[in-house]
């Protein structure tokens, strides 16, 4: 038998978590859920709490509720337009109509289109639990700890995932935002593989970089290091760098073959990308 709550605030949800733990699975808008036909002798559902809706953007983060769908967020200005473009070739507008973010980051696929962005903008999902007491806290964790492997997060059995939040500082100001994937058609398409790039150019020097490379790796790759070697180049320097950085790109890189791709096709695309980004 499962038993099924739609609870009527965050607490409440909290409270039935708290108690139930494993037990409880968490619907958001089930799009991932449903067709894997998974299921749990508790239902936790939380599309329609009216708290874990919302986006605010208060001092210098953007908060985007739990519940809150693609196609809201898709109409959202708000939200930054390289994210906005990422959920945008998500599946079809039936699934957008239901699908969320905090969805996709908990199921943590590979292919999980919004993730690279979501690297490339620092972005840290807020969990939330009730103590003993009966009080709420919550911490706040940076996605690439948050998300530890293929479906595989970092989420403790009485916690739920409250929010992402997004620094502003992170997209404001930018040169240069770009997100793209590459799939077997334009909708309802599985990834074959995806790139988000960020870059901020001031007086000729690259001042700011962020590049994050989708399905091509058990987690999302980005690496800080190679970021920072970029980072105070002129223009001219990177152009003279560019194949250098590209062969180190290529050694992070680790693709599989698979039925919807090879490993050396979702290598050499992600280079490309990668070039076309960096010609700035
Ligand atoms: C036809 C079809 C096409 C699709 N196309 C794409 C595509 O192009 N790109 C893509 O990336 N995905 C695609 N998906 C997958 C899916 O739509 C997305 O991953 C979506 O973001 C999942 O969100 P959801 O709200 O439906 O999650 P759900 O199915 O409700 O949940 C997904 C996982 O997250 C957990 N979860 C949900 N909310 C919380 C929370 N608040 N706290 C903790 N855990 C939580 C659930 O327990 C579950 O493990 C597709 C799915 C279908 C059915």
Same mark, same amino acid.
């Given at each position: 038998?499962?038993?099924?709550?739609? $609870?009527?605030?965050?607490?409440?949800?909290?409270?039935?978590?708290?108690?139930?733990?494993?037990?409880?699975?968490?619907?958001?808008?089930?799009?991932?859920? *449903? $067709?894997?036909?998974?299921?749990?002798?508790?239902?936790?559902?939380?599309?329609?709490? %009216?708290?874990?809706?919302?986006?605010?953007?208060?001092?210098?983060?953007?908060?985007?509720?739990?519940? #809150?769908?693609?196609?809201?967020?898709? %109409?959202?200005?708000?939200?930054p337009?390289v994210l906005?473009?990422a959920? %945008?070739?998500?599946?079809?507008?039936?699934?957008?109509?239901?699908?969320?973010?905090?969805?996709?980051? #908990?199921?943590?696929? $590979?292919?999980?289109?919004t993730l690279p962005v979501l690297y490339a903008l620092e972005a840290?999902?807020?969990?939330? %639990?009730?103590?003993?007491?009966?009080? *709420?806290?919550?911490?706040?964790?940076?996605i690439?700890?948050?998300?530890?492997?293929?479906?595989?997060?970092?989420?403790? $059995?009485?916690?739920?995932?409250?929010?992402?939040?997004i620094? /502003?500082?992170s997209y404001?100001?930018m040169? !240069?935002m770009q997100s793209?994937?590459?799939?077997?058609?334009?909708?309802?398409?599985?990834? !074959?593989?995806?790139f988000a790039g960020i870059c901020?150019?001031?007086?000729?020097?690259? /001042?700011e970089i962020r590049l994050a490379f989708g399905?091509?790796?058990?987690?999302v790759?980005r690496?800080?290091?190679?970021e920072? !070697?970029?980072?105070?180049?002129?223009?001219?320097?990177?152009?003279? !760098?560019?194949?250098?950085?590209?062969?180190?790109?290529?050694?992070?890189?680790?693709?599989?073959?698979?039925?919807?791709?090879?490993?050396?096709?979702?290598?050499?695309? /992600?280079?490309?990308?990668?070039?076309?980004f960096?010609?700035?």
């Amino acid at each position: 038998m499962v038993t099924a709550y739609m $609870p009527a605030s965050v607490t409440e949800a909290l409270t039935i978590k708290k108690k139930e733990r494993e037990r409880a699975l968490l619907v958001a808008g089930g799009t991932d859920i *449903m $067709p894997a036909g998974q299921t749990a002798p508790v239902m936790i559902y939380l599309q329609g709490l %009216h708290d874990l809706s919302n986006v605010t953007k208060s001092g210098a983060v953007l908060r985007i509720g739990a519940s #809150c769908t693609y196609t809201q967020l898709i %109409h959202d200005e708000r939200v930054p337009q390289v994210l906005r473009d990422a959920m %945008h070739s998500i599946a079809a507008p039936a699934i957008r109509n239901a699908g969320t973010l905090v969805g996709n980051i #908990c199921r943590a696929s $590979p292919a999980g289109d919004t993730l690279p962005v979501l690297y490339a903008l620092e972005a840290a999902v807020v969990a939330g %639990h009730l103590t003993d007491a009966g009080v *709420m806290d919550k911490r706040r964790i940076d996605i690439d700890d948050f998300i530890q492997g293929n479906r595989r997060i970092a989420l403790a $059995p009485d916690e739920i995932v409250l929010a992402v939040e997004i620094p /502003c500082r992170s997209y404001e100001n930018m040169t !240069k935002m770009q997100s793209c994937k590459v799939g077997g058609r334009k909708a309802q398409a599985i990834a !074959k593989l995806s790139f988000a790039g960020i870059c901020r150019v001031e007086d000729n020097v690259l /001042c700011e970089i962020r590049l994050a490379f989708g399905a091509v790796g058990l987690t999302v790759v980005r690496s800080r290091e190679l970021e920072a !070697k970029m980072r105070g180049l002129t223009l001219t320097e990177l152009a003279a !760098k560019k194949n250098e950085i590209l062969k180190e790109y290529a050694a992070l890189l680790q693709p599989i073959d698979d039925q919807r791709s090879t490993a050396a096709y979702r290598r050499q695309v /992600c280079l490309n990308l990668l070039e076309d980004f960096l010609t700035l």
